[in-house]
């Protein structure tokens, strides 16, 4: 941290001023990484917005391949739709509007048998998801790739 003494000592008045000066700035530059090393909270700062960073290109990579994935299930999903039998695709028509007729009876049974106060908490807790869809989105997107790390880790 310190230079040893040289042999001379600066002979002039101005010398010694010169070296004074010297001295004074390089004690405030070893003062000024010091500090810095030691500001805790702005090294925190500093880390946080890294890994900001980091999860904002992560999300934005997920994204696109979701999309890309997305688009290959959707051509593969076309393919075999026109594989199928057009005597297949009618029972399957016929079995979607059962499914969904049972589904419209069984919503509405639910809606007779549940508590006011229960629906509306029920409404209040879809109006909060609605609200805050990328939040909740970026749960499941951090949620996915942890569970992803994880399931790697353990093979």
Request: no cysteine; proline share 3%.
């Given at each position: 941290m310190?230079?040893?003494?040289?042999?001379?000592?600066?002979?002039?008045?101005?010398?010694?001023r010169?070296?004074?000066?010297e001295t004074r700035?390089?004690?405030?530059?070893?003062?000024?990484?010091?500090?810095?090393?030691?500001?805790?909270?702005?090294?925190?700062?500093?880390?946080?917005?890294?890994?900001?960073?980091?999860?904002?290109?992560?999300?934005?990579?997920?994204?696109?391949?979701?999309?890309?994935?997305?688009?290959?299930?959707?051509?593969?999903?076309?393919?075999?739709?026109?594989?199928?039998?057009?005597?297949?695709?009618?029972?399957?028509?016929q079995?979607?509007?059962?499914?969904?007729?049972?589904a419209?009876?069984?919503?509405?049974?639910i809606?007779?048998?549940?508590?006011?106060?229960?629906?509306?908490?029920?409404?209040?807790?879809?109006?909060?998801?609605?609200?805050?869809?990328?939040?909740?989105l970026?749960?499941?997107v951090?949620?996915?790739?942890?569970?992803?790390?994880?399931?790697?880790?353990?093979?």
């Amino acid at each position: 941290m310190t230079e040893p003494h040289d042999k001379q000592a600066p002979a002039t008045p101005e010398e010694l001023r010169r070296h004074v000066e010297e001295t004074r700035r390089e004690l405030g530059q070893t003062i000024g990484d010091l500090s810095d090393k030691v500001d805790v909270k702005a090294r925190a700062q500093e880390k946080a917005h890294d890994v900001r960073q980091q999860a904002a290109a992560k999300a934005e990579a997920l994204k696109t391949k979701a999309a890309v994935v997305a688009h290959q299930v959707q051509d593969a999903a076309h393919q075999v739709q026109d594989k199928v039998p057009d005597s297949v695709k009618g029972k399957a028509a016929q079995a979607t509007g059962q499914a969904k007729s049972g589904a419209a009876r069984a919503t509405d049974l639910i809606h007779e048998k549940t508590p006011d106060e229960m629906r509306e908490k029920a409404a209040m807790g879809a109006q909060v998801a609605r609200n805050n869809r990328t939040l909740l989105l970026a749960a499941a997107v951090g949620g996915f790739v942890l569970w992803r790390a994880l399931r790697r880790t353990r093979k």
